[in-house]
């Protein structure tokens, strides 16, 4: 199974902005959907941004927003790091969240947030207004 290590998380200004990174154990990108999710205290986590950059002629290549970041979030992958980022900017409080790395396989794609199984431990970040 793949192993997720996120960094990049920390404190940030209202309107300032981050970039997080997630570093995969192996190179898995033609088979695997990534994705960064948020949870804060006493809530579900919450999907923020899909991506997939595979080859597989079944899957096309995509990404996908919630409608809370669409515009000021912007995931990306970097396959020879075996990396995918997660790049926000125009950051507010309630971005305030611990950051979390996920992964599934692409064969039932990779629209459904809930089919991500495999985790990274995450990383905070605190917005202040």
């Known amino acids: 199974q793949v192993q997720l290590v996120e960094s990049g998380g920390g404190p940030v200004q209202d309107g300032g902005s981050l970039i997080l990174s997630c570093e995969a154990s192996?190179?898995?990108?033609?088979?695997?959907?990534m994705a960064w999710f948020r949870q804060v205290p006493e809530k579900e986590r919450e999907g923020v941004a899909i991506?997939?950059?595979?080859?597989?002629?079944?899957?096309?290549?995509?990404?996908q927003y919630a409608d809370s970041v669409k515009g000021r979030f912007t995931i990306s992958q970097d396959r020879a790091k075996n990396t995918v980022y997660l790049q926000m900017n125009n950051l507010k409080p309630e971005d305030s969240a611990m950051y979390y790395c996920a992964a599934k396989g692409v064969l039932s794609g990779c629209e459904r947030w809930d089919e991500y199984s495999t985790w990274g431990q995450g990383t905070q970040v605190t917005v202040s207004s």
């Open positions: 991506i997939y950059t595979g080859s597989l002629s079944t899957y096309p290549r995509n990404t």
């Open positions: 192996e190179n898995t990108y033609d088979t695997t959907c």
